[in-house]
């Protein structure tokens, strides 16, 4: 399944992209929140769906395409997991995952404009495949992690690098401006997605491509990054770790380029759908 949440902001209904349509299933009754994860909804929602498909409403052009999960407890990122990358960056190649916290409230959906933030000259782009968690997790064998997965979706990491490593403090504040974490434009279960290493993900900028990658390239693969971050805190149905960029980040061009007001940033990841978003200036 490909599970959507369309409309206005904070008004989103519960959707399904399937056969070339969106379906509004509100009438099953639950949006997809922790609760919806933790109590098997995509199995009781699959159930459900076998007899009331015929009845979803079908919505010819949402308005808006929200995040495609209600109010995660987290957003867990994993810094420097493609080699490529750190090395553009001029950073060594870790030996454990680097992890940063994105707030909640970066959250948004993959058709709302980019928010440059105030003042701001570094905001940055970094398309990620985001892994979805299914089931509380805590303390889990690499083995079994995979059992955690709800499913996975697309997210980019907008990063303003002035805040992140220029000004004093932690990555996350350079992380966390509204807009900053846009999620979807679905979460496709997990059954859907063979192998979540063997995706191609891409990001063009003004229709000029600027990152153009392989998930097979991550450092630590999924499996791994469950289970050493269940050591570390309790995942909760519903929490996101997005997994890292590659290669072709606005921070390691040479000469350095960041976005501005007007740009078209496009992007994609095989079989997890595509975004076009538009950056726009911060206003009171």
């Known amino acids: 399944m490909k599970l959507c949440r369309l409309g206005s902001a904070g008004n989103e209904k519960p959707a399904i992209w399937q056969d070339g349509r969106w379906l509004d299933v509100s009438a099953f009754g639950e949006d997809y929140d922790e609760s919806f994860f933790e109590t098997d909804g995509m199995v009781r929602l699959q159930n459900w769906l076998q007899s009331h498909l015929s009845e979803c409403p079908e919505i010819s052009s949402p308005s808006r395409i929200g995040p495609c999960v209600k109010r995660p407890s987290k957003i867990i990122c994993i810094g420097l997991n493609y080699a490529d990358h750190a090395r553009e960056t001029g950073a060594k190649i870790p030996s454990s995952p680097v992890i940063f916290l994105k707030a909640p409230s970066a959250l948004c959906g993959v058709s709302d404009p ?24 805590s303390h889990i064998p690499e083995s079994a992690a995979m059992q955690y997965v709800a499913g996975y979706a697309m997210m980019n990491d907008y990063s303003e690098r002035y805040f992140q490593l220029e000004d004093t403090g932690q990555w996350t504040k350079g992380k966390s401006f509204d807009s900053f974490a846009p999620l979807g434009p679905w979460l496709v279960t997990a059954d859907e997605i063979a192998d979540p290493h063997q995706l191609h993900l891409w990001l063009r900028v003004n229709d000029e491509m600027q ?44 000469p350095q380029k960041f976005l501005k007001p007007g740009d078209i940033i496009a992007y994609g990841i095989e079989g997890l759908g595509e975004a076009r978003q538009q950056a726009v200036a911060w206003r009171t």
Request: zero cysteines.
């Open 114 to 137: 980019l928010i440059i933030p105030e003042g701001s000259v570094k905001t940055d782009w970094e398309v990620e495949l985001a892994v979805v968690i299914g089931r509380k997790a």
């Open 211 to 254: 990152q153009n990658s392989h998930t097979r390239e991550m450092i630590f693969k999924i499996p791994f990054l469950i289970h050493y971050l269940s050591k570390l805190m309790t995942l909760f149905p519903g929490d996101i770790i997005s997994t890292g960029t590659p290669a072709g980040v606005g921070m390691g061009k040479h």
